[in-house]
């Protein structure tokens, strides 16, 4: 068995727009070891977020398309698959935390529906169950009270909060692979910490790999194993985050 869960070999997507065909993922390839890390930094527009679209097919349409290359998922490759196969691995095996929260949750449903929605849509349990399954979770992304806050709305929680809630309908269903797509853009310091934590410990029960996209180096530094840094849709740099040690002995600036 590979020791990577994804592996992308040059990816390229494209948008058809009113002035011609922009590319904005241009021949990438990376691979993620399982049980591992990847953080995928660089500035806004490079193609992160489109890269991660590409992997679990939520782009746009019909105005974008992956033009070339594959994306292999424990040797399926998902640009192939049937629409109906791969709903079955989206919100399943594969798991996303969306940007921004309160655009990403229905702000007409409660919490709990939202929950529900996401364990229905792959399994058959009765009411019991998903309700036991929804509390379990909320507990997990440590969120108190929940049996009232499934009862509660987004625009009735904190920012921290939606984030949580957005953590615990990704992990619902325990993918074997998350991807998180800035998932502490917009939150203060003290609860970025405290998402990037709890993401960790998460990952460390579940046994499952991450794809952390990121424009902040210090995150990555945080709790990445390794990093590819984007650059106008493409891959410039990929490495272990961890120095090499005969780097940090003969560097003045580690030494001090």
Do not use: W
Not at 94 to 113: H, R, W
């Amino acid at each position: 068995m590979s020791n990577s869960i994804l592996q992308v070999e040059n990816l390229v997507t494209a948008f058809d727009t009113d002035t011609g065909r922009m590319t904005a993922v241009d021949g990438i390839s990376f691979e993620v070891p399982r049980g591992k890390t990847l953080g995928i930094v660089g500035e806004s527009g490079c193609g992160k977020s489109v890269t991660a679209f590409s992997i679990t097919r939520l782009l746009p349409q019909p105005h974008s398309k992956v033009l070339g290359g594959s994306i292999r998922f424990e040797g399926r490759d998902l640009a192939a698959l049937p629409v109906e196969e791969m709903q079955k691995i989206r919100g399943n095996d594969i798991s996303m935390i969306f940007q921004e929260p309160m655009t990403a949750l229905n702000p007409v449903q409660t919490v709990g529906k939202q929950l529900a929605e996401a364990i229905l849509l792959h399994t058959e349990c009765s009411k019991a169950d998903v309700l036991a399954r929804s509390i379990d979770m909320m507990k997990k992304v440590r969120i108190p009270a929940p049996e009232q806050r499934l009862n509660e709305y987004p625009h009735q929680l904190s920012g921290g909060m939606r984030q949580r809630v957005m953590i615990a309908m990704a992990l619902i269903n325990t993918p074997k692979l998350l991807i998180a797509d800035e998932p502490t853009t917009a939150l203060d310091v003290t609860v970025q910490a405290q998402i990037l934590e709890l993401i960790a410990d998460l990952q460390q029960e579940m046994g499952m790999s991450v794809i952390l996209i990121t424009h902040d180096l210090g995150v990555i530094a945080e709790v990445c194993d390794e990093v590819a840094v984007m650059y106008a849709g493409r891959i410039v740099e990929k490495a272990s985050v961890f120095a090499p040690k005969h780097f940090v002995e003969n560097c003045p600036i580690c030494v001090a």
